[in-house]
């Protein structure tokens, strides 16, 4: 199976600190993908990182691939309240394959 | 532009019905995904398709449960003879291409009595 295991399953950081979660997979990969989801909710797209890729900045997430290690790393600087959700990373293998997502990661911002 | 549309959002259905939800893709995506979640769990995929064909279906059950994408309309998960185990949030998610990011629908969230 190539699906990510996301690492810690549950953070709990003060507003401002850095928050770091992993992912790691199994198989060779096309790209990987991290999304968010707020409870109740749909899951929203945050960073795509293609496969010959190693890092990827938007806004205040920073997206590291070693597909040496086959795992990822997601951050997320100056952490805000409103950045509590669950966060997922998805493995997309190669040559239309379907998307697979990790069991998540539960990040909680204390005010 | 219309993000993707499921509905209905909650669908309760007695044992032994069958329940059929929907879901309409973004304009110009022909790539769709189907995935169940338990609460304070991950996202286990089921299906994929693309328009009028099944490229994986390998983590749907192949009893009871159907999916499809036709040419004209919304992809359709089809489950007879609900039973309680079944109950669960089921999301649907379009792409436009392969190496492009999935847009999800907010759900459907199936309660089986």
């Known amino acids: 199976s190539q699906q990510g295991e996301e690492d810690p399953q549950a953070l709990s950081i003060q507003e401002g600190e850095n928050a770091t979660m992993n992912c790691s997979y199994k198989?060779?990969?096309?790209?990987l993908q991290w999304y968010r989801q707020n409870s109740g909710r749909g899951l929203v797209h945050l960073i795509l990182?293609?496969?010959?890729?190693r890092e990827k900045h938007s806004g205040r997430l920073r997206v590291t691939l070693d597909t040496s290690k086959k795992s990822s790393s997601l951050l997320i600087t100056a952490s805000r309240a409103a950045d509590t959700a669950s966060y997922f990373c998805?493995?997309?293998?190669?040559?239309?394959?379907?998307?697979?997502f990790g069991s998540g990661t539960r990040l909680s911002i204390r005010p | 532009n219309a993000g993707v549309m499921q509905n209905p959002r909650h669908l309760v259905r007695r044992r032994g019905q069958e329940a059929r939800l929907r879901c309409s893709p973004m304009?110009?995506?022909?790539?769709v995904y189907w995935y169940r979640q338990l609460p304070e769990e991950g996202l286990k995929f089921m299906v994929y398709?693309?328009?009028?064909?099944?490229?994986?279906e390998s983590g749907m059950p192949k009893e009871r449960f159907s999916a499809e994408f036709p040419k004209e309309g919304p992809s359709i998960l089809r489950i007879q003879q609900v039973v309680r185990g079944d109950s669960a949030a089921y999301f649907c998610?379009?792409?436009?291409?392969?190496?492009?990011?999935?847009?999800f629908g907010n759900g459907t969230r199936l309660t089986v009595t």
């Open positions: 998610a379009s792409s436009g291409d392969y190496n492009s990011p999935l847009h």
């Open positions: 198989t060779s990969i096309n790209n």
């Open positions: 398709l693309q328009k009028e064909n099944i490229i994986d």
């Open positions: 990182i293609r496969s010959n890729e």
């Open positions: 998805a493995t997309e293998g190669r040559s239309a394959s379907k998307i697979i």
């Open positions: 304009k110009g995506h022909s790539h």
